[in-house]
C-alpha cells in the first residue's frame, strides 16, 4: 500500500529564517506530487505540482519553491519567510493516469512565522 | 473555469440526526470527477468518494450517501444518523479531463460538528 510521509509535523519560524518541508511517497513510482497551503479557516491554495523529477509548475508567484530531486520526494523551501508564510502545507500524490486522478493527502506541515 | 460552491460554511447537528452537505460545480468540460474529502481536527484530509459526469448513480457507504445531479450540478452529501466522529470539515472538489497534470479545485469546505 502507498503512505506518504511530511516533517515536520510543526515548526516555528522567525520572519526571514529559511524554510524547507519534506515530503516522500512509499509504495509506488512516479507519482505526480503537489504542495498545497490552508490558511487558517480557508481552502485549498495549490502552490506546486509536479509530474517527474526536476519537473516543477508553479501556480501562484510566490517566495516559496519546491524541488524534486527524486521521483518520490518533494521538498518545499524558502529563503526568507514571511509572516503570510504561516499556514497548513500539505503535499499530495496522484497516480498518473488519463483523466480524474485522486489526490491523497499526507499528514502535514503546521507552519507559524512570527 | 471550473468552480466549486460549498455554500454552508457551518453546520452543527445533535448526534444521530441526519445531514446533508452540499455542494454546486460549475464547468465546460462534459468529462470531469467530482471528489469528496473529510478533513478531522487533525487536519490531514482524507478521500472519500470520487464520481466522474458519467456516472450519475447514487453511491452509499455505510452511513455516508452521495446524490450526483447533472441537471442542478451538485453532488450533495448525506450522512445519516451522525456521530461525533464526523466532526470535522468537508471538502468538494472537481478536477476536469485534460491529460497529464488534473488540475484540482477545491470547494472552501462546510465545516460540520456532531454535538453529542
Known amino acids: 500500500s502507498q503512505t506518504i510521509h511530511q516533517w515536520p509535523a510543526t515548526l516555528v519560524q522567525p520572519v526571514g529564517s529559511p524554510l524547507s518541508l519534506e515530503c516522500t511517497v512509499e509504495g509506488t513510482s512516479n507519482p505526480n506530487l503537489y504542495w498545497y497551503r490552508q490558511a487558517a479557516g480557508r481552502g485549498l491554495q495549490l502552490l506546486f505540482y509536479s509530474v517527474g523529477i526536476g519537473q516543477i509548475s508553479s501556480e501562484v508567484p510566490q517566495n516559496l519553491s519546491a524541488s524534486r530531486p527524486q521521483d518520490r520526494q518533494f521538498i518545499l523551501s524558502s529563503k526568507k519567510l514571511l509572516l503570510s508564510d504561516s499556514g497548513f502545507y500539505l503535499c499530495?500524490?496522484?497516480?498518473?493516469?488519463?483523466?480524474?486522478?485522486?489526490?491523497?493527502f499526507g499528514p502535514g506541515t503546521r507552519l507559524l512565522v512570527l | 473555469a471550473q468552480k466549486v460552491t460549498q455554500a454552508q460554511t457551518e453546520i452543527s447537528v445533535v448526534e444521530k440526526e441526519d445531514v446533508t452537505l452540499d455542494c454546486v460545480y460549475e464547468?465546460?468540460?462534459?468529462?470531469?470527477?467530482l471528489f469528496w474529502y473529510k478533513q478531522p481536527p487533525s487536519g490531514e484530509l482524507v478521500f472519500l468518494i470520487r464520481r466522474n459526469s458519467f456516472d450519475e448513480q447514487n453511491e452509499i457507504s455505510g452511513r455516508y450517501s452521495w446524490n450526483f445531479q447533472k441537471s442542478t450540478s451538485s453532488f450533495n452529501f448525506t450522512i445519516t444518523a451522525s456521530q461525533v466522529v464526523d466532526s470535522a470539515v468537508y471538502f468538494c472538489a472537481l478536477s476536469d479531463s485534460s491529460g497529464g497534470y488534473q488540475k484540482v479545485t477545491f470547494g472552501t469546505g462546510t465545516k460540520l460538528q456532531v454535538i453529542p
Open positions: 499530495a500524490w496522484s497516480r498518473p493516469e488519463s483523466g480524474g486522478e485522486t489526490q491523497y
Open positions: 464547468t465546460r468540460d462534459t468529462t470531469y470527477y
